[in-house]
């Protein structure tokens, strides 16, 4: 960890209420409903992979992901499960849970948007690709027990996510969640 950086000062969720505010697309949101509903009829994994493709599309994010909460080797983290965007080759990594972007939105309980995270989990740096802004949104099971985060990425100077963003993916979130405790996962 950075002697220089704290975790508040890579925190910037309070920022969305600042942020202008895209105006809804009902009719990609429709189309992105029935994709993801779609997949549901295809398993888990099927629906993890187009709820990172929708992010990506409807949020204008370079890379995306689903993190979900494993035990591997005795270690508690994250793995990266599904993945889309310049980050795709990533997938089945793992991060730890309690020095990452992830874990931090789990503790907290609520999604938060980070600027230049690899500032304070320095472990970020090896994808070796600036993130220039991260959302994450918690994901939850059974009893409101949280399972993972869904996680976008942008790696451009300007491009800043919005209260829109925020919206769209944690409705997604939730049917997500939901589709996956029918599968009986979580």
Same mark, same amino acid.
């Given at each position: 960890?950075?002697?220089?950086? @704290?975790?508040?000062? !890579?925190?910037?969720?309070? @920022?969305?209420?600042?942020?202008?505010?895209?105006?809804?697309?009902?009719?990609?949101?429709?189309?992105?409903? @029935? @994709?993801?509903?779609?997949?549901?009829?295809? =398993?888990?994994?099927? !629906?993890?992979?187009?709820? %990172?493709?929708?992010?990506?599309?409807? %949020?204008?994010?370079?890379?995306?992901?689903?993190?979900?909460?494993?035990?591997?080797? =005795?270690?508690? =983290?994250?793995?990266?499960?599904?993945?889309?965007?310049?980050?795709?080759?990533?997938?089945?990594?793992?991060?730890?849970?309690?020095?990452?972007? %992830?874990?931090?939105?789990?503790?907290?309980?609520?999604?938060?948007?980070?600027?230049?995270?690899?500032?304070?989990?320095?472990?970020?740096?090896?994808?070796?690709?600036?993130?220039?802004?991260?959302?994450? !949104?918690?994901?939850? =099971?059974?009893?409101?027990?949280?399972?993972?985060? !869904?996680?976008?990425?942008?790696?451009?100077?300007?491009?800043?996510?919005?209260?829109?963003?925020?919206?769209?993916?944690?409705?997604?979130?939730?049917?997500?969640?939901?589709?996956?405790?029918?599968?009986?996962?979580?």
């Amino acid at each position: 960890m950075s002697s220089n950086i @704290q975790i508040h000062d !890579i925190v910037i969720t309070e @920022q969305l209420s600042d942020r202008s505010y895209r105006n809804r697309n009902a009719d990609l949101e429709k189309q992105a409903f @029935q @994709q993801l509903a779609k997949q549901s009829s295809y =398993g888990a994994q099927a !629906i993890l992979n187009a709820l %990172c493709d929708l992010t990506l599309s409807l %949020c204008d994010a370079d890379s995306s992901g689903v993190s979900l909460l494993q035990v591997v080797d =005795g270690e508690d =983290g994250f793995t990266w499960n599904a993945m889309a965007g310049s980050m795709a080759s990533y997938v089945g990594g793992r991060a730890p849970r309690h020095h990452s972007p %992830c874990g931090y939105c789990l503790e907290r309980g609520a999604a938060q948007l980070y600027s230049y995270p690899e500032r304070f989990f320095e472990w970020m740096r090896l994808v070796g690709k600036p993130i220039v802004e991260g959302m994450v !949104i918690p994901l939850y =099971g059974k009893d409101k027990n949280a399972i993972g985060t !869904i996680w976008m990425i942008s790696h451009r100077d300007g491009h800043q996510f919005d209260r829109y963003d925020l919206q769209i993916i944690s409705i997604f979130a939730n049917h997500a969640s939901a589709a996956l405790r029918m599968q009986e996962l979580y």
